[in-house]
């Protein structure tokens, strides 16, 4: 009974801080936002830096501009600035309601100009709406509360509902397979869109940090378009893997704690990893359910992980490199097909990381896919600060040699709230297109 207290207390928290109402602007980097949490635990001694001099990545002009009618959708404003950043000059304040068209997109904000002053300015990408339905699913249900200002919630069981009516509407053109079971022992199911004997093949994951689930539903309904659309890219294979911790996310969506997840938040409480109590620490929730960070857990530098001594709700990197079952599915499935690029999505800022250290034998290629992505998305590329090893996408690239790119696709901090996801489809609705025809001309 208190738990459900504390999570109507906390939806209005999230309301309150994410919300529009606080004009509050401040959104880590996944990267980032990891130093942050480690801060308190690890004092001395950085773990050495792998890209002394990073190499500069011009970030390619953005050509993807949406110039219908959006709405603000906020409680009361959100701020206008001169640039995209949250330290550039207060421009104005958009009140809720107000239209606005879209004129380019820059890392986590839109360059908008309202349609009544004619003011030009950055505000961030979530608080717009647009007037017309520019998602158009069919099939796959968008998870969108009662209002579309709380985080949304793209539950695993509604995500295996989706994946049969998929199945239903396009039998000859999708299969389902499984890479591995889960901690608790949900299936790990792949979509896999087209020809197993195509030429190609691309690996697409998303969820794999538990509270990043928006990255499912955004997974499925990019299969949805790539199906509806006709496999325009018929000799491109892609395996959709939507949600890779399903038992991470649904500790995240239903705030509920067990036994196990007790004995971490009581760790995590008075070694002061989080001082978050109860259903506020669990929305915060990145883990598997073991307490495991998976995008922590591979074997790419493992041991360089700057991570946290125990189990812990993000940041612990497991008692050894691939020590969980999620993980270990991942990498089978990663070595069944002759993948040509993959792709991880996550939801922490909006840009594209493509490097890993200087030695990736496949910095180059991940570099030319990250700029195709770049193109069509308008998120900015962004190097590896040396500070993060044993992801996936890492171990992808430095130990299979594939080109591998993270996409980052949130204007807010995670969960996401419904809002952000139109921001996030029309800046990703192309990109299977752009990787399909890099791949047709960089891959194997
Ligand atoms: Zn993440």
Same mark, same amino acid.
């Given at each position: 009974?208190?738990l459900?207290?504390?999570?109507s207390?906390?939806?209005?928290?999230?309301?309150?801080?994410?919300?529009?109402?606080?004009?509050?602007?401040?959104?880590?980097t996944?990267?980032?936002?990891?130093?942050?949490?480690t801060?308190?635990?690890?004092?001395?001694?950085?773990?050495?830096?792998?890209?002394?001099t990073?190499?500069p990545v011009?970030?390619?002009?953005?050509?993807?501009?949406?110039?219908?009618?959006?709405?603000?959708?906020?409680?009361?404003?959100?701020?206008?600035?001169?640039e995209?950043?949250?330290?550039?000059?207060?421009?104005?304040?958009?009140?809720n309601?107000?239209?606005?068209?879209?004129?380019s997109?820059?890392?986590r904000?839109?360059?908008?100009?309202?349609?009544?002053?004619?003011?030009?300015?950055?505000?961030?990408?979530g608080?717009?709406?647009?007037?017309?339905?520019?998602?158009?699913?069919?099939?796959?249900?968008?998870p969108?509360?009662?209002?579309?200002d709380?985080? $949304?919630?793209?539950?695993? @069981?509604?995500?295996?509902?989706?994946?049969?009516?998929l199945? =239903?509407? *396009?039998?000859?053109?999708? %299969?389902?397979e499984?890479?591995g079971?889960?901690?608790?022992?949900?299936?790990?199911k792949?979509?896999?869109?087209?020809?197993?004997?195509?030429k190609?093949?691309?690996?697409?994951?998303?969820?794999?940090?538990?509270?990043?689930?928006?990255?499912?539903?955004?997974?499925?309904a990019?299969?949805?378009k790539?199906?509806?659309?006709?496999?325009?890219y018929?000799?491109?294979?892609?395996?959709?893997?939507?949600?890779?911790?399903?038992?991470?996310?649904?500790?995240?969506?239903?705030?509920?704690?067990?036994?196990?997840?007790?004995a971490?938040?009581?760790?995590?409480?008075?070694?002061?990893?989080?001082?978050?109590?109860?259903?506020?620490?669990?929305?915060?929730?990145?883990?598997?359910?073991?307490?495991?960070?998976?995008?922590?857990? $591979?074997d790419?530098?493992? @041991?360089?992980?700057?991570?946290?001594?125990?189990p812990?709700? =993000?940041d *612990?990197r497991?008692?050894k %490199?691939?020590?969980?079952p999620e993980?270990?599915?991942?990498?089978a499935?990663?070595?069944?097909?002759?993948?040509?690029?993959?792709?991880?999505?996550?939801?922490?800022?909006?840009?594209?990381?493509?490097?890993f250290?200087?030695?990736?034998?496949?910095?180059?290629?991940?570099?030319?896919?990250?700029?195709?992505v770049?193109g069509?998305?308008?998120?900015?590329?962004?190097?590896?600060?040396?500070?993060?090893?044993?992801?996936?996408?890492d171990?992808?690239?430095?130990?299979?040699?594939?080109?591998s790119?993270?996409?980052?696709?949130?204007?807010?901090a995670a969960?996401?709230?419904?809002?952000?996801?139109y921001?996030?489809?029309?800046?990703?609705?192309?990109?299977?297109?752009?990787?399909?025809?890099?791949?047709?001309?960089?891959?194997?």
């Open positions: 009974m208190k459900r207290i504390a999570s207390l906390l939806a209005l928290l999230i309301m309150v801080m994410a919300g529009c109402g606080a004009k509050q602007e401040a959104v880590e996944e990267q980032a936002a990891g130093a942050l949490d801060a308190a635990v690890v004092t001395a001694s950085p773990a050495p830096t792998l890209a002394p990073p190499t011009p970030t390619p002009k953005p050509n993807y501009i949406v110039d219908s009618a959006f709405q603000v959708v906020c409680e009361t404003s959100v701020n206008m600035r001169a995209p950043s949250s330290k550039a000059a207060l421009v104005a304040e958009v009140p309601g107000e239209r606005v068209e879209v004129l997109y820059a890392e904000y839109t360059e908008v100009k309202v349609i009544s002053s004619g003011q030009v300015g950055y505000i961030i990408g608080y717009l709406k647009p007037e017309e339905d520019l998602l158009g699913f069919a099939v796959v249900t968008a969108f509360g009662e209002t579309e709380a985080a $949304f919630n793209y539950t695993y @069981d509604q995500m295996l509902l989706d994946i049969d009516a199945v =239903s509407a *396009y039998p000859d053109k999708l %299969a389902v499984s890479a079971k889960s901690v608790e022992g949900r299936e790990l792949v979509l896999v869109l087209g020809d197993v004997n195509a190609h093949h691309v690996f697409v994951q998303g969820a794999i940090h538990a509270r990043e689930h928006a990255t499912a539903f955004l997974s499925m990019l299969a949805e790539w199906l509806e659309d006709g496999l325009p018929p000799e491109v294979c892609f395996h959709i893997l939507p949600m890779s911790n399903p038992d991470g996310a649904t500790v995240n969506q239903t705030l509920q704690f067990n036994k196990k997840i007790q971490i938040y009581f760790d995590d409480g008075s070694t002061g990893r989080s001082t978050l109590a109860g259903a506020e620490y669990l929305a915060e929730w990145k883990a598997n359910i073991n307490g495991v960070d998976l995008n922590r857990n $591979f790419a530098m493992w @041991d360089r992980v700057n991570t946290c001594p125990s812990s709700y =993000s *612990y497991g008692d %490199a691939e020590s969980e993980t270990k599915a991942l990498v499935y990663t070595k069944k097909y002759d993948f040509d690029a993959t792709v991880s999505y996550h939801a922490t800022g909006s840009m594209i990381y493509w490097e250290g200087p030695n990736s034998p496949v910095n180059e290629a991940s570099l030319s896919l990250g700029r195709a770049a069509v998305s308008a998120y900015k590329m962004e190097n590896d600060d040396g500070s993060s090893f044993g992801g996936y996408k171990w992808a690239s430095y130990k299979m040699n594939i080109p790119i993270t996409i980052e696709i949130g204007t807010r969960p996401l709230p419904g809002t952000d996801f921001n996030i489809w029309l800046r990703n609705r192309d990109v299977l297109t752009a990787i399909a025809k890099w791949v047709t001309e960089n891959g194997k």
